[in-house]
């Protein structure tokens, strides 16, 4: 899964499955409004419980189908998609011996798991070693070298303030195997060759593995202007999933797809306990992963050219989609969390809430002593069952710690409290 995404919950899921764990029995359903890369999703899926995902991102959907809603490893049929198997599949089995024992893939164990596992990892050696003589013509576009990559003939920006230069979030030769990867994926969409579920992972494969390449300090948002990181001059590889989580159950999930939370949770279904973990800050979550976004839509635009023709800024981001949470606005944060209780058919209330600052607006209400307490009053309100309303504290640290800057400890909080339902 994405690991550099703002507010990720990785480093604390073990309090939020206990604190989930003290209210809720396996097989219960538990909502997830803002799902962002499913880390607190999945955990609940593999501790047994029915989860219901929702995120306005497109990726977090790309994801939960693949991840979440499926329970199975995908098969490929190489006739299909005119693969010479016997040629992509070597080496295959030395890759998936340096796997097993580590993390997420103790399925490898199992043979028919790992038989199945080496038909994905085929297809996946087929993808990284693409040429553009394996793709139509009419699909060989190089939108994302264009757009993206210092020599590309559509990435000159002019900022705001006046400044100018070539966009550089991957290198041209990055650029270019993305280029290569997301058209044959278009290739075999158009051509009806892949299923909902093997069409979406493939994607959320590309997703996740560009972030490993990306030139960014953590979101899309903007890149270094003069220079490549370290890590952006890697060669873009499909990484290998696990799978470990994603088989761990047979129980059916439902994912919402780019929706309002304030819309969604209207047509949810009755469930034991809503996890809320708003964005609470200025950033715009659509804005500042665009770049995933546009890799899970790219294959579902329906003219890439006029697509690519109307991004902007400096970091060239069609706005066709952008949208703008009433949670990040900070007049609007606490009426639109009191709408979302209100209307969400759930019996507990857990919610997330850390201390860290913004990036570049500190004047945020809700991240200051002052939100803690209008929180706080919220969750004392009629709102809820009196007396149910509870705070854990949790000590962390910030995200900063991935990219080698000193890391800051971080007070998170989990708000816990039943609903009033009379």
């Known amino acids: 899964m994405i690991q550099r995404y703002l507010g990720n919950k990785n480093s604390i899921i073990e309090p939020i499955l206990t604190e989930v764990g003290k209210i809720c029995n396996q097989g219960d359903w538990i909502c997830d409004i803002f799902a962002g890369t499913l880390s607190v999703s999945m955990a609940l899926k593999r501790s047994g419980y029915r989860v219901i995902a929702n995120d306005i991102n497109k990726f977090s959907y790309a994801f939960g189908v693949s991840y979440l809603k499926n329970n199975s490893i995908p098969s490929f049929d190489f006739n299909e998609l005119n693969i010479d198997e016997s040629k992509f599949c070597i080496g295959v089995d030395d890759s998936l011996l340096n796997l097993k024992g580590k993390d997420g893939f103790s399925f490898l164990d199992d043979k028919r798991n790992y038989s199945t596992y080496k038909n994905l990892v085929t297809i996946l050696n087929y993808l990284n070693h693409i040429t553009a003589s394996e793709i139509p013509k009419q699909f060989r576009h190089t939108f994302f070298f264009d757009t993206y990559t210092p020599e590309g003939k559509n990435s000159h ?39 909902e579920v093997q069409y979406l992972l493939l994607v959320s494969i590309l997703a996740e593995s560009i972030e490993k390449v990306s030139n960014t300090q953590g979101t899309f948002h903007d890149f270094p202007r ?29 994912i919402g797809k780019e929706q309002d ?64 949470s009433t949670f990040c606005q900070s007049s609007l944060f606490i009426p639109s969390l009191e709408n979302l209780i209100k209307d969400a058919n759930t019996e507990y209330v857990m919610m997330s809430y850390f201390n860290g600052r913004n990036h570049s607006n500190n004047s945020i209400p809700s991240k200051d002593k002052n939100g803690i307490e209008k929180i706080e009053s919220l969750f004392n309100s009629e709102l809820f069952v009196r007396g149910s309303f509870k705070t854990i504290p949790i000590k962390r640290l910030n995200y900063q710690s ?9 007070n998170e909080y989990l708000f816990i409290a039943q609903k009033n339902n009379k």
Request: net charge positive; proline share 4%.
């Open 157 to 195: 920006y002019k900022s705001l303030r006046g400044t100018s230069g070539k966009r550089r979030f991957f290198t041209p030769e990055n650029g270019k195997r993305i280029d290569l990867i997301i058209n044959k994926l278009l290739h075999w969409k158009k051509e009806k060759l892949l299923n």
């Open 226 to 254: 003069d220079t490549f990181d370290s890590r952006a001059l890697k060669k873009l590889f499909l990484r290998l999933p696990p799978f470990d989580d994603v088989i761990s159950t047979e129980n059916k999930h439902i």
């Open 261 to 324: 939370s304030l819309e969604f949770i209207k047509e949810i279904r009755s469930h034991k306990l809503i996890y809320i973990d708003p964005p609470y800050n200025f950033r715009q979550y659509t804005s500042y992963y665009f770049m995933l976004n546009l890799i899970c839509d790219y294959c579902e635009i329906e003219s890439l050219e006029d697509y690519f023709n109307n991004v902007e800024f400096v970091r060239g981001q069609n706005l066709e989609k952008d949208f703008k």
């Open 402 to 410: 991935f990219n080698g800057h000193k890391a800051q400890e971080l």
